[in-house]
T-cell receptor, first 109, second 113 residues
C-alpha cells in the first residue's frame, strides 16, 4: 500500500467549476502536509501548506482530517491555468517529504 | 533570484559511463535533497543532506552517490549508470522541510541506453 494515495484522475471540469481532490495517508506519525502543483515535465511547486484548522488562499482551500487521515484541496472558480497535476505531500520528521502520485486536473473552456 | 539550479537539463548516456548531475542553491539552505520521478511511482527521495558533510540515504539510494562539500552544492553521481536509472531527477533545498516544504530545481531528464 502506498504511503500517500491519490486518485490519478484526470478530472475534466469546465471553467468556473468547483473541484475537490482528496488524498489519504497511512502514516499516523505524519506531522506536516502540503499540496504541490506540477505542470507537465516541470518541477513541483508548493501550492500551500495544510493546517489542522483548514486554510484558504484565494480560490484554494485545504483541509486536514487527522482522525481519518485524509487531506483535501478545493479549487473554486476553476481557470484554464489551473490545469496541472496536484501532488499531496506529507512530512513525517525523517527529513523527507513523501509524495502521492498526483491527481491530474484539466480545465476546459 | 532565489533558485535551485540543476545541470544538465537533458542527458543521454550509455550504460556504465560515469556521470554527475550538478545542483546549486543560492538561498543558504541547510537541507538539500535529490528525488527521482517515474510514472505511477511519484517522487521518491534518493539522498538528502542536512548540512555540509552530512548526508544520508533516502528511499532509493542504490546506484547513486552524493557529496556535500559546500553548503550551496549537492551533486548527484552515478558511478555506473544502468537503464533502470532512466528517470526525471529533481534537486531540492529548504531551510526546514517540515515547515516550508522543498524548493525544486527545474529537473534533469536522464536516459541511459
Amino acid at each position: 500500500r502506498k504511503e500517500v494515495e491519490q486518485d490519478p484522475g484526470p478530472f475534466n471540469v469546465p471553467e468556473g467549476a468547483t473541484v475537490a481532490f482528496n488524498c489519504t495517508y497511512s502514516n499516523s506519525a505524519s506531522q506536516s502536509f502540503f499540496w504541490y502543483r506540477q505542470d507537465c515535465r516541470k518541477e513541483p511547486k508548493l501550492l500551500m501548506s495544510v493546517y489542522s484548522s483548514g486554510n484558504e488562499d484565494g480560490r484554494f482551500t485545504a483541509q486536514l482530517n487527522r482522525a481519518s487521515q485524509y487531506i483535501s484541496l478545493l479549487i473554486r472558480d476553476s481557470k484554464l491555468s489551473d490545469s496541472a497535476t496536484y501532488l499531496c505531500v506529507t512530512y513525517t520528521g525523517r527529513r523527507a517529504l513523501t509524495f502521492g502520485s498526483g491527481t491530474r486536473l484539466q480545465v476546459q473552456p | 533570484e532565489a533558485q535551485v539550479t540543476q545541470n544538465p537539463r537533458y542527458l543521454i548516456t550509455v550504460t556504465g559511463k560515469k556521470l554527475t548531475v550538478t545542483c546549486s542553491q543560492n538561498m543558504n539552505h541547510e537541507y538539500m535533497s535529490w528525488y527521482r520521478q517515474d510514472p505511477g511511482l511519484g517522487l521518491r527521495q534518493i539522498y538528502y543532506s542536512m548540512n555540509v558533510e552530512v548526508t544520508d540515504k533516502g528511499d532509493v539510494p542504490e546506484g547513486y552517490k552524493v557529496s556535500r562539500k559546500e553548503k550551496r552544492n549537492f551533486p548527484l553521481i552515478l558511478e555506473s549508470p544502468s537503464p533502470n536509472q532512466t528517470s526525471l531527477y529533481f534537486c531540492a533545498s529548504t531551510t526546514l522541510p517540515g515547515a516550508y516544504g522543498y524548493t525544486f530545481g527545474s529537473g534533469t531528464r536522464l536516459t541511459v541506453v
